[in-house]
């Protein structure tokens, strides 16, 4: 079980990876406003984890797994965030705090729950995809392009 600040750190990496097609340190530190050396300790934890591959002074990339759980975190979220301010209607910035303080505690079966709920009262396409968190099957629903 991979910590939440260790989390972050694999969501930072996912997002930069997908922008930049690179991943290094320095970006990361940049990105998420610490040191170096706490990115180094986070990389070599999550290499430990199986999560990525990196060399020394080298750039890093992400294991098949490290990009399937970067995607579940933040899958997770985006959720989380909806269902908040979408569905509860509360403020945009106080649904994106609670949203992060949520995603972390919230277990597979409930975050499942949870999407088919906000799918079905946003009244957005059904989910016959089966949605699971795991297995990534409404990637593409319509609610990724309607809901601003």
Known sequence: MV??????????????????DKIRVTDIAKKMNCTKASVNKA???????????YESYGTIELTKQGENLAKKILEAYDIVYIFL??????EEMEAKIEAENIKGNISDNTLNKLARYVHNELGLTNLD????????????????????
């Open 3 to 20: 910590s939440k600040s260790l989390e972050e750190y694999l969501k930072t990496m996912y997002v930069l990876e997908k922008q930049n």
């Open 43 to 53: 990389v070599h934890n999550l290499k430990d984890e199986g999560l990525l591959n």
């Open 85 to 90: 301010k979408d569905v509860l209607n509360i």
């Open 129 to 148: 995809c089966g949605y699971d968190i795991n297995k990534e099957k409404c990637r593409t629903c319509k609610r990724r392009t309607s809901i601003k």
